[in-house]
């Protein structure tokens, strides 16, 4: 029993240092973001890598919407968002970068359809600049699922040892 306690304190240790991954992965989730939404738009924005990433969508649908022009009113400046060519909007993430609650107006313009949206942007100062760490690489989950599969492996076998003796 004691192999046992010894070999699942080693894995328990092991877990640990490969993977400081799961506070930066659950980060990743809690990134400063908003919605806004209207019977004709919904708008997503997301904080990452230093841009504000907007996903728009029809509501009724959620067919992307491209080609629109996206103004973002804060603090008495208009900011543009510019079209990617993945289908989202971005825009430099500087005005957002001290931790506040920012009421946006937000302009949609899409063809002949137009919208006006509020939302209240929450930037939270330990959400501001998450980063991932290098444990959540896939090649560090594998190397501790395989000192997982390696420890229960050694911990079988021991215990078998003892049983036959």
Do not use: H
């Not at 070999?7 to 990134?31: G, K, Q």
């Not at 907007?54 to 009724?60: I, Q, V, Y």
């Not at 444990?135 to 501790?144: E, F, M, V, Y």
């Amino acid at each position: 029993m004691t192999t046992l306690r010894t070999t699942a304190a080693a894995l328990a240790c092991a877990a640990a240092l490969l993977f400081p991954a799961l506070p930066a992965a659950a980060a990743d989730a809690v990134r400063p973001s908003f919605e806004a939404a209207s019977e004709l738009f919904e708008l997503v924005g997301r904080i990452k890598d230093g841009r504000l990433t907007l996903t728009l969508d029809r509501w009724t649908n959620n067919e992307p919407v491209s080609g629109a022009r996206i103004e973002i009113e804060l603090n008495g400046r208009n900011l543009v968002a510019e079209a990617q060519a993945d289908g989202s909007y971005a825009l430099d993430a500087a005005p957002f970068a001290a931790p506040a609650t920012y009421p946006l107006t937000i302009t949609i313009t899409a063809g002949d359809e137009s919208d006006l949206l509020a939302a209240d942007f929450v930037v939270a100062a330990n959400t501001a600049s998450a980063t991932p760490t290098a444990g959540s690489t896939p090649l560090g989950l594998g190397i501790a699922a395989a000192l997982a599969l390696l420890a229960a492996a050694v911990a079988t076998l021991r215990r078998r040892k003892g049983e036959a003796a």
